[in-house]
């Protein structure tokens, strides 16, 4: 098949930069002699996945319980699922249990950890948690000083329906960072933070087995990963315009793009019309451009993934995106209606969710493999 | 089943508010006279979709061809796809012909008109063809006094692989007035540009059947049809946030939601987390409320739906969405973790596209239906 032949819109991989990506990370790592557990939550696919831990421990980090079950499926038992756990989702985890999986949950509260306990012994099973810890004030986790991180750990090694398995922190902050020396004291901030955590629970006589860290700019950016036991990140594999903008990637390392069909030639406003709208692409804004503003995705080659300089997705509506010829020096002539190019995402975990498949080539224009996806909950 | 048992996050409909909601646009057109053709890129669903068309014409717009493939196997054969179409797409065209959909497409280029007709008849059959008329200058279309409209016309209706079938605009300038009364305006300029285009076209010795134009907000807003012989919208079935800050519903419109669980409670940021994010909620950010802010969502309780006053989903990460409780009166104890809330949406279209079903209620806890939805391409 010729990715001309395509329906569009379409998700497109490109398996040559996807397999640099995975191996420029296993480098990165390997001198820090550090495993990875991938995040999974940005390729959700079996096929991609087989890549992505080819030759490695085959732990795996999860952002759904329908990821869980679907990678589960495929033969992948030790798994995190790294969304704050509740009690009405233990079922589910029970679950999981009984089909083979050894998965482990987070928490960074007391009374969750005590409600937790509670579920997990009235189903009759015993459930490892780590406790998210807060390395950089964007999201969730117990700060490394908290006055109860203690009192979680006791409650979660004392509870017998939990075990304390280790600690865990992301940190998001490293997608604001100015710089890739920000993002390598961003790295630095993150370890201290949850080594210290880990220091204060077994200076307290309790274990902390699993020391787990990561984001993709802090894994690719740390300088020392000293007491560390693992590392999550998940986009690397796919990266994209964020991370571009963030200096953690190049151009020509972007494996993931819509492809799309030039649907209008507005002529009377110099606008491009394709069919990829919001639900193609998805609304993430992403960062700004140079000038300020904000654009929904980038104009490539169909077949190089060459970016047309000065072409953007402007705007999107529901099925339309609009693209200005405005700030190029192309013209409609370039670009003939029913014409094809790709467009690179902001971030490509959000723009992939909305299809159910990849279709893989490898550097020309034959499609080679097409790969599934889980999406949903 | 309880909307409590419902694993998180979901899609909640509320059938009554969705009943209202169909019933208030049949009254409004009643008193026109003008038939609906619902767009049903909005609901995606067949049960839905038998309701809106319930005691009414059995024609519907839709937004992909998958919708297409989708309606026509649940029998509805007369439908509309209203985004411009291009050669490669009419191989799919085709195959909706011969499995017996009167299938209409659109267009606005010359250019595009002569291909469609040589890729047509190529494939040996003939595409009933409406000209995308431009009423606002928000996206496609030919304005209706275009020089090439005529030409345009003429090529469709002398091309032996294409047929004129009439003209049809969208006025989603719509979303961007600040009041009804310009909503009304707003519909006026429609009908006017739709029915001068159509007057041009019939003026030339040439058939214009069907003169079709819609939006939800300026269908509930006109006060002149005048011309018209069609109005599609598709967002009235549910309403969203960005309808009410238009003034076309009231909160107690708002029939779709999104179930989701607290999953924290940040104390040093006055915090709570749940588990809907990005994918859950979209990235649309709608329109800034009070305070020039933009928000993802609105707070509401899990049974009543009332909206818990300064409440919102105030930022996402991909799973995790964050709500400040800064400017509210409430506290965590309000919110257990473990307990639920619903969510309205900023854009109901976009939001349900993460979601293969509906958990249907009816103005309690009940879960009475569950209805499919056909997402993707």
């Given at each position: 098949m010729n990715i001309l032949d395509i329906p569009t819109p379409a998700l497109i991989l490109d398996r040559e930069r996807f397999m640099n990506?995975?191996?420029?990370?296993?480098?990165?790592?390997?001198d820090f002699r550090i495993p990875l557990r991938p995040h999974l939550k940005t390729c959700k696919s079996v096929q991609a996945a087989r890549h992505i831990l080819d030759g490695q421990p085959q732990s795996i980090t999860v952002s759904t319980l329908h990821e869980a079950e679907y990678f589960l499926a495929a033969g992948y038992t030790d798994i995190l699922y790294a969304v704050s756990i509740t009690p009405n989702k233990l079922k589910q985890i029970q679950n999981l249990q009984k089909a083979g999986a050894n998965i482990s949950v987070i928490l960074d509260d007391l009374e969750a950890a005590n409600m937790v306990n509670e579920e997990a012994i009235r189903l009759g099973t015993v459930i490892p948690v780590l406790i998210e810890i807060d390395s950089d004030g964007k999201r969730a986790g117990l700060t490394a000083d908290a006055p109860s991180l203690l009192n979680v750990a006791r409650q979660l090694q004392e509870g017998p329906g939990t075990t304390l398995a280790g600690v865990m922190t992301h940190a998001?902050?490293?997608?604001?960072?100015?710089?890739?020396?920000?993002?390598s004291k961003m790295a630095e901030q993150e370890r201290n933070a949850i080594t210290?955590?880990?220091?204060r629970i077994t200076k307290a006589g309790l274990p902390c087995q699993i020391i787990s860290m990561g984001s993709t700019p802090t894994a690719l950016f740390a300088e020392n990963l000293n007491g560390v036991t693992e590392i999550r990140a998940g986009v690397f594999v796919f990266h994209d315009i964020v991370m571009r903008s963030l200096g953690v990637c190049k151009t020509s390392d972007i494996a993931l793009s819509v492809l799309a069909t030039i649907i209008g030639h507005k002529t009377d406003k110099n606008r491009l019309l394709v069919d990829a709208g919001s639900l193609a692409l998805s609304n993430d804004r992403g960062k700004p451009i140079e000038d300020g503003s904000y654009k929904m995705g980038q104009i490539v080659d169909v077949e190089t993934a060459e970016p047309y300089a000065g072409l953007w997705i402007d705007s999107?509506?529901?099925?339309?995106?609009?693209i200005?010829?405005?700030h190029s020096?192309?013209?409609?002539?370039?670009?003939?209606?029913?014409?094809?190019?790709?467009?690179f995402p902001n971030h490509a975990c959000i723009t992939a969710a909305a299809y159910p498949q990849y279709y893989?080539?490898?550097?020309?224009?034959?499609v080679i493999e097409k790969w599934d996806r889980c999406n949903g909950w």
């Open positions: 990506n995975i191996a420029h990370m296993r480098d990165k790592l390997a998001g902050g490293s997608y604001y960072c100015k710089s890739t020396e920000a993002i210290s955590a880990a220091a999107t509506n529901q099925e339309h995106g609009l200005s010829l405005e020096n192309y013209t409609f002539n370039d670009f003939p209606i029913g014409s094809q190019i790709r467009i893989v080539v490898d550097g020309s224009d034959k």
